[in-house]
């Protein structure tokens, strides 16, 4: 079974400018949640998708914000980055959500902001 | 607001070491706890997950234990070995269909 892949790997933005990162999921896998993660502030959660729907979401700005496909594939878009955007991006899938089974996170996406 | 300390924050412990990892968290009302490590510059692995009534997990040389009163939780590593040289982070959910909350991580280094 092929693991949690994101895209790109790697991105080197300019503030003001606005991005968006791709999750692919576990085939099967239903539910996908977002994570920045920064030296200063460790994992923090953005939000989770289940089917379609944001069923969490975390305590950031609105110019984060995230959608799912039918196909369960998951994009993150931040608008207007600012300097302190830049960090790990990770994402994680599982059947039933975060609270209930085992997490498989992707390798993560490591965005610049310069 | 759940808030979630790991001690120590750093590790360095000699090969065949048995050592012990802390997790602390200020809510006691979770519904699991979750273990997961991550190598440096890539994505996390899970490790273990107890649910709320159980007092223990263990996963070949790892065993983890939940106190659940007390807002604690313990990762016990045998016989450690440097493939074990990792973060090691803990996570709470609330409840059912809640976010992880994640604790601070413990960089541990296993010296051959």
């Known amino acids: 079974k092929a693991g949690v892949t994101q895209t790109p790997r790697y991105l080197i933005k300019t503030r003001g400018q606005q991005v968006t990162l791709s999750c692919s999921p576990i085939s099967g896998h239903r539910s996908v949640s977002w994570y920045q993660q920064t030296p200063g502030q460790g994992l923090q959660f953005l939000f989770e998708?289940?089917?379609?729907?944001?069923?969490n979401k975390g305590n950031f700005p609105g110019r984060f914000s995230g959608r799912q496909f039918s196909n369960s594939r998951s994009e993150m878009n931040v608008s207007t980055l600012e300097l302190g955007d830049s960090a790990l991006y990770l994402c994680?899938?599982?059947?039933?959500?975060?609270?209930?089974?085992?997490?498989?996170f992707g390798p993560g996406t490591r965005l610049t902001v310069l | 607001k759940q808030e979630v300390t790991q001690i120590p924050a750093a590790l360095s412990v000699p090969e065949g070491e048995n050592l012990v990892l802390n997790c602390s968290f200020t809510?006691?009302?979770?519904?699991?706890l979750q273990w997961f490590r991550q190598d440096p510059g890539k994505g996390l692995t899970s490790l273990l997950l107890i649910q709320s009534s159980q007092r223990e997990q263990t996963s070949g040389r790892l065993n983890a234990s939940l106190d659940k009163s007390s807002g604690r939780s313990t990762l016990y590593i045998a016989a450690s070995q440097p493939g074990d040289s990792a973060t090691y982070l803990c996570a709470v959910p609330k409840s059912s269909g809640d976010k992880l909350t994640f604790g601070t991580g413990t960089r541990l280094a296993v010296r051959p």
């Open positions: 994680a899938s599982s059947q039933t959500g975060p609270s209930g089974d085992t997490q498989y």
């Open positions: 809510d006691s009302a979770i519904y699991n």
């Open positions: 998708y289940f089917s379609e729907t944001q069923r």
